[in-house]
């Protein structure tokens, strides 16, 4: 990343500031030590951030070295553009060379230097970053996330194609979430800038590349991404691979991140999905992503098909979320769940809720009720707690 577009990225100035707009020029007359610490107690973080853009357009790379050695006896006094500016820099000319500074500095700033450093390798030599960073030392988690996401996103900046080598690299990542955050950052990545159908095309072609529990991993994560940028096209994947050793929840992964956007519409394809198509399952994930979403368009959706026997395995998720609103109405439809457990747990949420507005007639029901005697026991002493 060219350095006036990093700093336009920081600071939100465009390439015409990459000199102070007030006129301020750097003297190098004084030597490199001198300038650099004149930046450094320069007050003004906009004009600090200029003068950092003309300082490492104008110094020799050779000096590298010396400026790294500049900034960790200031590490303290810095701020994060010019760490940023640093290790943006120095990756260009020197990769390893920054890597190996960054890294023998203070957390903050190895941190946030080594994902500057392989933003900047990734973008521009992606095989060789790969090796750097699998050879990065003592990685915990959290750090390999920064730096592989980092990589990750430097790798599609540069256009590279998508390989094995690749997915077998963060198959090797121990952490959990930090392999599915690559993933994810990847496939994001590689949709927005060759497409879907170019990334399933890749996604696919894992199979028997890596193992097979990576490659569901992929599929989900596809499944997921797909299922924001076309919906179509997520579903004639799904219903592609939903009966091979990666189908697993795929349909739920569909149903929930599509109705995170597009509740409605989510819930018709889950509702109209044969039952031996994990139908209840995915109806049921999608409910509660639909819920989590827009909770008032989910609850008027459901009010109007609640009858539907393709949504009873929602009735009791349905009930507690309208207890809230309507606990009389959602006590009136509790017959309707038609599993004895989970219909008294049910009862039991749509009862306390009752009960916060309008306890006599909750507990006129509960008296009225078929409700066993634990339970009619339990809802009156929470009562008696309120009183």
């Known amino acids: 990343m060219p350095l006036v577009l990093t700093i336009g990225i920081l600071t939100g100035c465009g390439s015409d500031r990459a000199s102070d707009p007030r006129g301020v020029d750097l003297d190098f007359s004084r030597g490199i030590d001198a ?11 906009l004009e600090r951030a200029a003068l950092w853009v003309e300082f490492y357009a104008s110094i020799d790379p050779a000096d590298a070295p010396r400026v790294g050695d500049l900034f960790k006896k200031s590490i303290g006094g810095q701020d994060e553009v010019s760490a940023t500016l640093l290790a943006s820099w120095w990756a260009q000319h020197d990769p390893r060379g920054a890597l190996k500074r960054a890294y023998s500095w203070p957390w903050d700033d190895r941190k946030l230097g080594t994902r500057v450093v392989f933003y900047e390798w990734g973008r521009s030599a992606p095989e060789e970053a790969l090796q750097g960073l699998a050879g990065l030392p003592g990685l915990v988690s959290g750090q390999i996330q920064s730096a592989g996401g980092a990589f990750v996103r430097g790798f599609v900046d540069s256009g590279a194609a998508p390989s094995a080598e ?3 690299f963060i198959e090797g990542i121990d952490v959990l979430k930090d392999r599915v955050s690559m993933i994810e950052t990847l496939i994001s990545g590689l949709s927005a800038r060759d497409g879907l159908k170019a990334t399933e095309a890749y996604v696919g072609s894992l199979d028997q590349q890596v193992a097979p529990d990576l490659t569901k991993q992929f599929f989900r994560t596809f499944v997921g991404v797909a299922a924001i940028r076309d919906p179509d096209e997520a579903k004639v994947f799904v219903e592609k691979y939903a009966d091979s050793v990666y189908g697993k929840h795929l349909r739920r992964r569909l149903g929930a991140r599509w109705a995170r956007f597009h509740g409605a519409e989510a819930m018709e394809w889950a509702r109209a999905l044969p039952i031996e198509d994990d139908r209840d399952d995915v109806v049921e994930h ?7 979403a827009d909770r008032s368009a989910a609850t008027l959706w459901m009010h109007e098909r609640h009858d539907d026997p393709s949504l009873e395995a929602v009735l009791p998720m349905f009930l507690a979320v309208l207890a809230k609103q309507d606990p009389q109405q959602a006590a009136h439809w509790l017959p309707r769940v038609s599993d004895a457990e989970k219909r008294q747990r049910t009862t039991e949420k749509v009862v306390k809720e009752w009960l916060r507005t309008d306890p006599e ?4 029901w509960v008296d009225a009720s078929e409700l066993s005697p634990r339970v009619k026991r339990s809802l009156s002493k929470l009562l008696a ?3």
């Not at 300038?35 to 973080?45: D, E, K, M, R, V």
């Not at 007639?361 to 006129?364: E, T």
């Open 35 to 45: 300038t650099f610490n004149a930046i450094t107690h320069n007050q003004n973080p």
């Open 166 to 168: 690749l997915a077998s």
């Open 286 to 292: 999608t409910f509660r992503n639909f819920v989590f």
């Open 361 to 364: 007639a909750a507990m006129a």
């Open 385 to 387: 707690e309120k009183s």
